[in-house]
């Protein structure tokens, strides 16, 4: 439990789709927290795999259950996640990041970056969510600034729940079920890991790009950028832990991050 009524902010590695469907250490670690966290009145999801041009955030009541995957069994694409949205949280987002932006999207819904998540989380699907989109044109200080932006919203009763993977190279997967992870994966997931509480300015973190394994753990950035939001909320004296953390597939790592 956080030590105060301040909203805890999450970044939760996602994996795979199949995670939905199968019960592991990851899906057990969502479920826990779900379980033992503050209960929110809204929850804030940014996920990867809405990586846009300019900034949205859903602003619909009743977002749609979005399937953005292919290959995967029929029990996937049947689950729906049909928690409610919030055209007002929506427009706390909006006024919080202005002068920038923010497009009140009535299209997208939430997706498994984020649906996938909170269905282990939360299954009955009875808190408010709203998702904010990834602007890929954007540098990792601005997705870091908007983090420290949207910090306000912890405070009043607002979970931040971010989701990609701070390792993310599906090119070079290991399709054994214990296959071994990549020095270069185990480099960079461990450099995230010991740096994670910096008070560094800038913040290592939002460097990435600078560490040698970089450009192989990620080949393109959205599965890292979801991180920033959530150690952009960071007070600089909150606790941050990693509740699990682990690389499958060889280039796929799982790390969580909590923050409060």
């Known amino acids: 439990m956080t030590t105060s009524s301040r909203m805890p902010a999450l ?5 795979s789709p199949m995670n939905v469907l199968e019960d592991n250490i990851y899906t057990q670690t969502w479920q826990r927290l779900g379980q033992t966290l503050p209960r929110p009145r809204a929850i804030l999801a940014v996920s990867a795999h809405w990586y846009t041009r300019g900034t949205a955030v859903t602003a619909m009541e009743r977002p749609r259950t979005i399937h953005d995957f292919g ?3 029929q029990a996937l694409f049947d689950i729906q996640y049909p928690a409610p949205g919030s055209p007002s949280l929506a427009r706390e987002v ?3 990041l202005a002068p920038l932006p923010v497009t009140a999207d009535t299209e997208w819904g939430f997706d498994h970056g984020s649906w996938g998540l909170l269905a282990k989380m939360y299954p009955d699907a009875d808190i408010p969510v709203v998702q904010l989109s ?5 540098e990792a200080d601005n997705h870091f600034a908007l983090g420290k932006q949207l910090s306000a919203l912890r405070d009043k009763g607002v979970m931040i729940v971010a989701s990609g993977n701070v390792v993310h190279n599906l090119r070079m997967v290991r399709w054994q079920g214990d296959a071994a992870a990549y020095p270069w994966a185990e480099s960079f997931e461990l450099y995230v890991r010991d740096n994670l509480a910096s008070q560094a300015s800038p913040h290592p973190l939002v460097r990435f790009m600078e560490h040698e394994g970089a450009a192989l753990a990620n080949p393109t950035p959205e599965h890292y950028l979801p991180l920033l939001y959530v150690l952009g909320s960071w007070d600089g004296k909150e606790p941050i832990s990693v509740p699990v953390d ?4 060889g280039s796929l790592s ?3 991050v909590q923050v409060g």
């Open 94 to 96: 909006q006024e919080l």
């Open 246 to 249: 682990g690389i499958v597939m």
């Open 254 to 256: 799982m790390l969580s």
């Open 71 to 73: 290959g995967f069994p």
């Open 11 to 15: 970044f939760l590695g996602h994996g």
């Open 134 to 138: 990834i602007d890929g044109t954007q």
